[in-house]
């Protein structure tokens, strides 16, 4: 079995919003999360907006606070435990952890060229002694993200989304990390410079010897591109499996009605899939038992009254609903 470069044990996150005095409201934006991304692996994480995707993504780069639990970083040449580090351990983490962004629009500034935006990670990390040592590591690392030399040399409005993208991707290579927190990388991008993108991150990964973390909304793009799938619901992980045993055998309602929102390619194709009503509720007044159970057509009493734990079966498959054996073995009927 592959070690793990992250691990997580009951990992919470919590803000503080406006309320009175002395009962300020809490946000838990993450809740009780413990997962294990092995190296070298595309860990996939999918869920609604508002499911806590994001904010998980932070806290394994330390960009949030953590509230609760632990998370740890072992690549085998250093270790870190992500809720206690010091600011010099931050700041070699920072050159081992790197994030790509969702917007390539917003993510590179207008006033320095791709050199530069390139290079800054460099210069400012320390990680060079002088300007034509930089420059090199920027042109294998553009040649990797396939940028040409004519491409550094322009500033980010002379580029289309998918080659800003690039420009996004070497910024965060450059410093030669071991885990990348890709959040929506694709998601602003045509359905053809998607596909180029992921297979160049998919390309680099293999390469480079990367660990992935991507966050994505859409599951026909982490069918394609990620080895495990962990789903999340309203700050906490709902079901996790393999890429291929997710996709042929759902057990959670919500990951079922994920899966039926995924269009079909047949225009004339009846939808038979399970729907969902109603919207999540909100992360600072969340329901009792499981938090599913607003919008879940199989709820009973039990759901409302006692969280469901994430229980392990076979194929490394895991879900946490009290009723997902029940309802397995009357889809099988």
């Known amino acids: 079995m592959t070690e793990a470069l992250i691990s997580t044990k009951d990992l919470s996150v919590e803000f503080l ?13 993450v809740d009780g999360i413990s997962i294990d991304i092995p190296k070298g692996s595309f860990f996939g994480v999918v869920g609604e907006s508002g499911s806590g995707k994001t904010t998980l993504g932070r806290a394994l780069l330390n960009a949030v606070p953590i509230a609760n639990g632990s998370a740890t970083y072992d690549d085998g040449e250093m270790k870190y435990d992500l809720a ?28 320095m ?8 990670p460099l210069e400012v990390m320390g990680l060079t002694k002088s300007r034509e040592e930089t420059d090199k590591v920027v042109r294998e690392i553009a040649a990797k993200c396939r940028l040409n030399l004519e491409h550094l040399r322009r500033f980010p409005h002379a580029f289309s ?24 990388s694709v998601a602003a991008l045509d359905v053809s410079i998607q596909a180029d993108v992921l297979n160049l991150l998919k390309s680099i990964q293999v390469d480079m010897g990367l660990t992935f973390m991507f966050i994505s909304h859409d599951l026909s793009v982490v069918a394609h591109t990620c080895d495990h799938v962990a789903v999340m619901y309203l700050g906490r992980i709902v079901e996790s499996a393999p890429t291929k045993e997710l996709f042929n055998n759902t057990r959670h309602p919500y990951t079922k009605a994920l899966f039926s929102a995924i269009p079909s390619l047949d225009p004339d194709a009846e939808k038979t899939g399970q729907r969902l009503y109603g919207e999540i509720p909100s992360p600072t007044n969340q329901p009792s038992g ?3 159970h607003t919008r879940c057509p199989f709820v009973q ?7 469901p734990k994430l229980e392990v079966s076979d194929k490394g498959h895991s879900v946490s609903c009290h009723r997902w054996k029940e309802l397995m073995d009357v889809a099988a009927l």
């Not at 690039?166 to 450059?174: E, G």
Request: charged content about 30%.
């Open 17 to 29: 919003i406006s309320g009175s005095l002395f009962k300020p409201k809490v946000l838990k934006a």
């Open 84 to 111: 206690k580090m010091t600011s010099t351990e931050l700041k070699d983490y920072r050159k081992r952890a790197q994030l790509i962004f969702q917007d390539p629009y917003a993510a590179l500034s207008p006033r």
């Open 113 to 120: 060229t791709v050199r530069d935006i390139i290079a800054e």
């Open 161 to 184: 989304g998918g080659q800003r993208q690039r420009i996004s991707i070497a910024r965060a290579l450059v410093s030669r990390p071991q885990f990348i927190v890709a959040d929506e």
């Open 290 to 292: 499981c938090t599913f």
């Open 301 to 307: 009493d039990i759901c409302k009254q006692q969280v």
